[in-house]
């Protein structure tokens, strides 16, 4: 390898370090969970806020791809300390899938406190749309909007504040 060859890897490596160092604070985020059925209750969507915001969309969204490739092959990454396939095909399915979208988005955050918490909210709510759709298929449409979206509600708008205040400190400093 020439030197100007090492020069040009070094970004794509620090960028997949930045990736799995980012896949495995979701990972954690994701063992602080409150055991609810058929959709836990964790901290993994302010994991994906913040990766989002902080890291940009390209790096949000490649340490939840990787997170949930970590996840599909077999390493207990998920709520609970659950792995495989299965889960990805499970009643949260939707939800994981869509945290992609939701670091997508809130990698648009940008700068200014009212497009800031437009961005996350919308982030936020990214991840419900997936999930409730996809939760409809095990439980039906109606008790999925109950136990996929109404009973997160008010977690949903503290992670969300707790991401705008980390980001909006964050940014000050």
């Known amino acids: 390898m020439t030197a100007i060859q090492g020069l040009a890897a070094r970004p794509a490596l620090r960028f997949l370090a930045s990736a799995l160092l980012g896949s495995a604070v979701l990972a954690a985020s994701a063992q602080v969970s409150l ?3 058929p959709v836990p209750a964790t901290l993994q969507t302010l994991a994906v806020l913040l990766l989002g915001a902080l890291g940009g969309s390209r790096l949000g969204a490649a340490s939840v791809i990787l997170y949930l490739a970590e996840g599909a092959m077999g390493l207990p990454v998920f709520a609970a300390g659950t792995a495989g396939p299965a889960v990805l095909m499970g009643p949260t ?3 994981l899938l869509g945290f992609v979208a939701s670091a997508l988005i809130a990698g648009r955050a ?3 406190a009212p497009r800031q918490a437009l961005v996350l909210t919308a982030a936020h709510l990214a991840v419900f ?6 939760l ?3 439980v039906g449409i109606e008790r999925a909007l109950m136990t996929g979206f ?3 509600v008010p ?5 969300t504040a707790l991401a705008f205040a980390t980001l909006r400190a964050l940014r000050r400093g």
């Open 93 to 95: 399915a939707g939800f």
């Open 150 to 152: 109404v009973l997160f």
């Open 35 to 37: 055991p609810m059925w």
């Open 129 to 134: 749309v997936p999930g409730v759709l996809w």
């Open 155 to 159: 977690g949903t708008a503290v992670k």
């Open 110 to 112: 940008g700068e200014g």
């Open 136 to 138: 409809s298929g095990y």
